[in-house]
């Protein structure tokens, strides 16, 4: 069989979307551009709206059931429950040590390279042990947070970019951004996967820390799931709980996978 490379080339040989756009869409408190298709048209007006809406982390104290906006991300949820691309997809991340990395990462090139849907949106709806992953090193280092993950994770891996080609023209390449190694929580960041985090998670994660004896402060409940919220990774949007997002996204028309 032949196979005519040239259109596939044009498409994809233009390098990394950046400047402008990216810059625009890109949060604030995260470096770097934005690796979406240059064909794609809502997607980098989400990053955008995201972008801009606000992520409150410096809480003193957060209550076990969250009654009011204001101790969530809501603006940032609401933008995207309200995404106007006609392809989204949830996935339902539970385990730390399982695939969902890696298969969000082979769902969008396959909706973008395969079937040419530039503006597809992967959300991931993390709680369970995946959840460890949206926090950040000084939470694990604090709070010993390795003791948890499991013999696999000594330190938050899944938080560290790795060095990698980071533009359409290495597309094929299994080292790039596109292959493998792009299956990090900050590689689907910049091709504009949302990571949501779950209030209840951080909540249960906070028994199991004092319940243990990891409490160097000695802080109440309250207190300690404050921190943990505030040192979640830049560009998580936190909800009130995952397991009652889902469906809000699903009656958005997101497909749900796990």
């Known amino acids: 069989m032949t196979i005519n490379n040239s259109r596939r080339i044009a498409l994809l040989g ?11 869409a890109a949060d604030p408190s995260r470096a770097g551009t934005l690796i979406i298709s240059p064909g794609a048209r809502e997607l980098p007006e989400l990053m955008r709206r995201l972008g801009r809406a606000p992520r409150r982390r410096d809480f003193k104290t957060v209550p076990m059931i969250l009654q009011n906006p204001e101790f969530w991300d809501d603006e940032a949820l609401k933008e995207v429950i309200a995404y ?16 969902w990395l890696n298969l969000m990462r082979n769902s969008i090139n396959a909706q973008i ?16 042990t995946a959840h460890l992953a949206l926090l950040d090193q000084a939470m694990w280092d604090k709070y010993e ?13 899944l938080a560290m970019p790795k060095p990698a080609p980071a533009d359409f023209a290495h597309v094929e390449n299994p080292k790039s951004v596109f292959g493998p190694d ?24 906070t028994a199991k820390l004092i319940a243990s004896g990891k409490n160097p402060d000695h802080a109440s409940h309250e207190a300690v799931a404050a921190e943990l919220t505030n040192h979640l990774l830049d560009g998580v949007v936190l909800t009130p709980g995952i397991v009652a997002t889902i469906p809000e996204l699903q009656q958005a028309g997101f497909h749900y996978a796990a």
């Not at 233009?14 to 625009?24: K, P």
């Not at 106007?84 to 695939?99: F, I, M, N, S, Y």
């Open 145 to 157: 947070i390795a003791t948890l993950a499991g013999t696999k994770f000594k330190t938050n891996t």
């Open 182 to 205: 792009g299956a990090t929580i900050p590689a689907l960041q910049e091709r504009g996967v949302v990571f949501l985090a779950c209030h209840n998670a951080i909540w249960e994660l």
């Open 14 to 24: 233009f390098g990394s979307f950046a400047v402008g756009t990216a810059a625009l």
């Open 84 to 99: 106007r691309g006609t392809r989204k997809q949830v996935w339902d991340a539970t385990k730390l040590e399982g695939p």
């Open 113 to 128: 390279f395969s079937f040419r849907h530039e503006d597809f949106l992967a959300v991931s709806a993390t709680h369970g």
